[in-house]
Nanobody, 130 residues
């Protein structure tokens, strides 16, 4: 059974940084494309970034220059470093064991149009406020 456990969220002031973590189990982590998405209150899921098994990265425009996705295969852990946090970054953040490129509503998809089928983890809450 695939399990994804996110952590690292916090309440911070604008301009600060956070590192989110996601520990995966139940699949071969080192050969999996991984992604981060988020859901702000009352809004649809938003794809943020993806990291392929070979190190190739892809970022949403909203994250370019402010986020870095990385992984530690020895620890089965995916990271998302968020810098210069804004109030609009307030959301629940989730990871996925798939190479996603977009979301629509509460569904997210690969570049081939395949819907992400695994259950989402519990997420980690990021709150940015002054």
């Amino acid at each position: 059974e695939v399990q994804l456990v996110e952590s690292g969220g916090d309440s911070v002031q604008p301009g600060r940084s956070l590192r989110l973590s996601c520990v995966g189990s139940g699949f071969t982590f080192k050969f999996s494309g991984m992604s981060w998405v988020r859901q702000a209150p009352g809004k649809d899921f938003e794809w943020l970034a993806s990291l392929d098994w070979n190190g190739a990265t892809n970022y949403a425009d909203s994250m370019k220059g402010r986020a870095t996705i990385s992984r530690d295969n020895a620890e089965n852990t995916l990271f998302l470093h968020l810098n210069s946090l804004k109030i609009d970054d307030t959301a629940m953040y989730y990871c996925a064991n798939s190479l996603l490129v977009r979301c629509n509503g509460t569904s997210c998809y690969t570049a081939y149009g395949q819907k992400y089928a695994n259950n989402w983890g519990q997420g980690t809450q990021v709150t940015v406020s002054s």
